[in-house]
């Protein structure tokens, strides 16, 4: 028994998290756009703006977390996950999945909100009816059956490490129709390292609880049931008052590892038929620690104009957080992306922690098999 499956096993409590970071190179990348632009260069009404956003003056194109978790959730279900069926109410500008975790993993790992009403049964099961003078008199009583689930998977927006300059965004195109007119059009691109995070909470997969509390009705009193057929039920970590049905381990570890291992098969973005870029990670580090911050967010950073890694920050977040990892690091990068930073210096500068270094796929097929020790 290795010393953190030690610590794991004499942990009180297990708030363990997977935190990560990692870095996405791409070229002539318009992956999330938001329509036009009022800064298009040609004058055109046919244009459209790739996100951007602005900090200490300086400009750095952004793919929103949303558009990121799209992806991540699509990934999903090309791995073999049934995902969620989706309902738009189109009069209502709303969209809801079938918030049902139980039956689809995706909706416990991306969270939910859904707001209904159902008829109210009596013990027997017959349906209780609206008396008195009311106006719904012998109408069917209806109650509150609205539940929302706070995702235990939380990723950041993916930026641009280093800034980008709005003039050189544009690029000019035309569409060729069938009968052989073109249509000028003019979109924005960019060629950066992306970065970004995600934290995904262990304790809270496949744990759902059903206090009456928006983001803590998870689910029904039926579904709670359901769960505690072939799960257990769990105190919550802060509040032992707080009961929580939780699904076998083995369904939450498989949950948790199939997540993570989507990341070695992730595709997305917009203008893929002519901007067609790779959104899977060129670099991604990932670890276990007893709770919910994320070490990682500052190891990417500029540099003469260029995206690098910053070998003394990341060294810093290990050796500030020793006491709070619950397993080794885990570094995964392409080869021919920064092969100029040597990752040998962090293995040797520390030597109380394990550090493993290989390829993308490999990290994270490494990573995930020690999930059995921490999913508990």
Same mark, same amino acid.
């Given at each position: 028994?290795?010393?953190?499956?030690?610590?794991?096993?004499?942990?009180?409590?297990?708030? *363990?998290?997977?935190?990560?970071?990692?870095?996405?190179?791409?070229?002539?990348?318009?992956?999330?756009?938001?329509?036009?632009?009022?800064?298009?260069?040609?004058?055109?009404?046919?244009?459209?703006?790739?996100?951007?956003?602005?900090?200490?003056?300086?400009?750095?194109?952004?793919?929103?977390?949303?558009?990121?978790?799209?992806?991540?959730?699509?990934?999903?279900?090309?791995?073999?996950?049934?995902?969620?069926?989706?309902?738009?109410?189109?009069?209502?500008?709303?969209?809801?999945?079938?918030?049902?975790?139980?039956?689809?993993?995706?909706?416990?790992?991306?969270?939910?909100?859904?707001? %209904?009403?159902?008829?109210?049964?009596?013990?027997?099961?017959?349906?209780?009816?609206?008396?008195?003078?009311?106006?719904?008199?012998?109408?069917?009583?209806?109650?509150?059956?609205?539940?929302?689930?706070?995702?235990?998977?939380?990723?950041?927006?993916?930026?641009?490490?280093?800034?980008?300059?709005?003039?050189?965004?544009?690029?000019?195109?035309?569409?060729?129709?069938?009968?052989?007119?073109?249509?000028?059009?003019?979109?924005?691109?960019?060629?950066?390292?992306?970065?970004?995070?995600?934290?995904?909470?262990?304790?809270?997969?496949?744990?759902?609880?059903?206090?009456?509390?928006?983001?803590?009705?998870?689910?029904?009193?039926?579904?709670?049931?359901?769960?505690?057929?072939?799960?257990?039920?769990?105190?919550?970590?802060?509040?032992?008052?707080?009961?929580?049905?939780?699904?076998?381990?083995?369904?939450?570890?498989?949950?948790?590892?199939?997540?993570?291992?989507?990341?070695?098969?992730?595709?997305?973005?917009?203008?893929?038929?002519?901007?067609?870029?790779?959104?899977?990670?060129?670099?991604?580090?990932?670890?276990?620690?007893?709770?919910?911050?994320?070490?990682?967010?500052?190891?990417?950073?500029?540099?003469?104009?260029?995206?690098?890694?910053?070998?003394?920050?990341?060294?810093?977040?290990?050796?500030?957080?020793?006491? *709070?990892?619950?397993?080794?690091?885990?570094?995964?990068?392409?080869?021919?992306?920064?092969?100029?930073?040597?990752?040998?210096?962090?293995?040797?500068?520390? %030597?109380?922690?394990?550090?493993?270094?290989?390829?993308?796929?490999?990290?994270?097929?490494?990573?995930?098999?020690?999930?059995?020790?921490?999913?508990?």
């Amino acid at each position: 028994m290795n010393s953190f499956e030690e610590i794991v096993k004499n942990d009180e409590v297990k708030n *363990y998290f997977v935190h990560s970071s990692i870095l996405i190179d791409v070229d002539g990348a318009s992956l999330n756009n938001w329509g036009s632009d009022a800064t298009n260069t040609q004058g055109m009404d046919n244009t459209s703006a790739v996100k951007k956003v602005t900090k200490n003056g300086r400009t750095h194109s952004v793919v929103s977390g949303q558009a990121w978790r799209y992806w991540w959730r699509e990934s999903l279900g090309l791995n073999g996950w049934s995902l969620s069926p989706v309902t738009k109410v189109s009069s209502k500008n709303v969209a809801y999945t079938d918030a049902n975790p139980l039956e689809y993993a995706d909706d416990d790992i991306f969270g939910y909100m859904r707001a %209904s009403k159902d008829e109210l049964k009596d013990e027997e099961g017959n349906v209780v009816l609206v008396g008195g003078k009311s106006k719904n008199k012998d109408k069917p009583k209806m109650v509150d059956i609205t539940v929302t689930r706070i995702s235990p998977l939380k990723n950041s927006i993916l930026t641009s490490v280093t800034s980008i300059n709005k003039k050189e965004l544009n690029e000019r195109s035309s569409m060729t129709r069938q009968d052989g007119d073109s249509v000028l059009y003019e979109k924005q691109s960019y060629s950066t390292v992306l970065k970004g995070m995600f934290s995904l909470d262990l304790d809270q997969v496949g744990t759902f609880t059903k206090v009456n509390r928006s983001g803590f009705k998870n689910v029904t009193d039926t579904t709670y049931d359901k769960v505690l057929e072939s799960g257990s039920e769990v105190d919550d970590l802060i509040n032992p008052n707080v009961k929580r049905a939780r699904l076998e381990n083995s369904i939450r570890r498989d949950r948790a590892k199939e997540t993570i291992l989507a990341l070695k098969t992730i595709a997305g973005g917009a203008k893929r038929t002519t901007n067609y870029v790779s959104v899977k990670p060129d670099f991604i580090i990932l670890a276990v620690l007893k709770g919910g911050n994320n070490i990682f967010d500052n190891i990417a950073v500029e540099e003469n104009g260029r995206a690098t890694l910053s070998i003394d920050a990341l060294k810093e977040a290990i050796e500030d957080n020793k006491e *709070y990892l619950r397993s080794d690091i885990y570094i995964g990068k392409m080869s021919g992306f920064m092969d100029d930073v040597s990752l040998n210096i962090l293995k040797s500068e520390i %030597s109380d922690i394990e550090i493993h270094t290989d390829s993308i796929n490999k990290t994270i097929d490494n990573f995930t098999k020690i999930l059995d020790t921490v999913v508990v």
